[in-house]
């Protein structure tokens, strides 16, 4: 199994409060990818990263902001969560863009 | 932006049935890859096609892509409860060759 770790795997959070999930792999990829997961619309895209500090927008990218100062890890921020972001979020990564992801187990969000 | 559309949305078979799922593109495929999701869980890679005509198969498991590169179809010989999941399929976003974008996806249930 790929080394992809995510963190939390679950949380409970207000509206309003500042969340963020963070991603961290052992495989040294360079490619990382953070997706979010809701009934009737599959994955969508919401940032994802090319390399240490290049980073670009996904499909649903308004709400949310991302960082990767090292190969290892990235993270996802909510700067202030809204009920609308309670979702499942999946970080995926690869060696050589998009086509083989490897996927981690998800974290489940819910903005209350 | 590209967009897939996957049909049926959700299937249930009773096992030993055959069945098909199907995943339409709105533009010309470069690289088309199917994934299954168990409840609660990653994604897995299953296959991926590029050349128009492609065939691939796993186990009991067997995705084309069309001679036009615009429609995928993954057909599951003599289903089991372990083939039950979501199946996604993926693509590269013709704008960008960072990016893979899923369909919503279909949800199998294979009733024993």
């Known amino acids: 199994d790929a080394g992809i770790t995510q963190s939390p795997r679950h949380k409970v959070t207000e509206t309003g409060t500042p969340v963020t999930l963070r991603c961290h792999q052992t495989?040294?990829?360079?490619?990382m990818y953070w997706y979010r997961q809701d009934p009737g619309h599959g994955l969508r895209l919401i940032h994802y990263?090319?390399?240490?500090?290049?980073?670009d927008k996904g499909e649903v990218s308004d709400g949310y902001s991302v960082s990767r100062s090292k190969t290892e890890d990235f993270l996802l921020t909510l700067e202030s969560a809204t009920s609308s972001q309670t979702s499942v979020y999946f970080c995926?990564?690869?060696?050589?863009?998009?086509?083989?992801?490897?996927f981690g187990e998800g974290s489940r969000l819910t903005v209350l | 932006s590209q967009e897939l559309e996957q049909s049926p949305q959700s299937l249930i078979v009773q096992e030993g049935k055959n069945l098909t799922i199907n995943c339409t593109s709105s533009k010309t495929l470069y690289g088309l890859y199917w994934y299954k999701q168990k409840y609660g869980e990653g994604l897995i890679f299953l296959m991926m096609l590029q050349k128009g005509g492609e065939e691939k198969s796993h186990e009991k498991i067997t995705a084309k892509l069309d001679e036009k590169k615009q429609q995928s179809s993954l057909h599951i010989t003599a289903s089991q409860p372990s083939h039950a999941g979501i199946y996604l399929c993926?693509?590269?976003?013709?704008?960008?060759?960072?990016?893979?974008?899923f369909g919503s996806g279909t949800r199998l249930l294979v009733r024993p």
């Open positions: 993926g693509a590269d976003d013709g704008d960008s060759s960072y990016k893979l974008i």
């Open positions: 495989e040294n990829h360079r490619y």
């Open positions: 995926a990564i690869s060696e050589g863009g998009p086509g083989e992801l490897f």
């Open positions: 990263s090319y390399g240490v500090k290049d980073t």
